[in-house]
């Protein structure tokens, strides 16, 4: 039985046991169509599997910024509206809905959607994450 309550663990996306791992994306594309990820974990995922730029872009531009299955395992899960804004509260819930509904009861690795900025506490975050089933873990990435 799912319930919900947000759990977080610290780990490696990378080695930790999971059906599903999300990349944070900013929703924006460059001149050649590629997903403009600038997270640490997206440019790591960018080097395992290569054309995930330019495959997240090409969902980004014809189904617009939204949560999206890229690859097998691999789920792009948007921030923010804008690359140059700061990540978004309203995004990142309705990001966090959207997941949940792609991913069902399937174990999956969520990175802390936060950014590098102050623009949003991790504490305002959680609670606003709250609603996550305890099948999606909120990882801090070590």
């Given at each position: 039985m799912v319930t919900s309550a947000m759990q977080e663990k610290t780990c490696n996306l990378w080695i930790e046991?999971?059906?599903?791992?999300?990349i944070l994306a900013?929703?924006?594309?460059?001149?050649?169509g590629e997903a403009i990820l600038d997270s640490p974990i997206a440019?790591?995922?960018c080097g395992r599997f290569a054309g995930l730029?330019?495959?997240?872009?090409q969902?980004?531009?014809?189904r617009g910024n939204r949560v999206h299955l890229i690859?097998?395992?691999?789920?792009?899960?948007?921030?923010?509206?804008?690359?140059?804004g700061e990540p978004d509260l309203a995004v990142i819930v309705r990001s966090g809905h959207q997941l949940v509904k792609l991913v069902q009861d399937?174990?999956?690795?969520?990175?802390?959607p936060i950014g590098p900025s102050d623009a949003l506490s991790w504490e305002d975050v959680a609670k606003a994450l709250d609603?996550?089933?305890?099948?999606?873990?909120?990882?801090?990435?070590k």
């Open positions: 046991k999971a059906e599903f791992r999300c900013s929703g924006a594309t460059n001149d050649d440019k790591e995922a730029a330019l495959d997240l872009g969902l980004l531009n014809a690859r097998e395992g691999v789920v792009g899960f948007p921030v923010k509206q804008f690359q140059w399937a174990k999956t690795l969520l990175p802390r609603f996550l089933p305890d099948n999606i873990i909120v990882i801090d990435h």
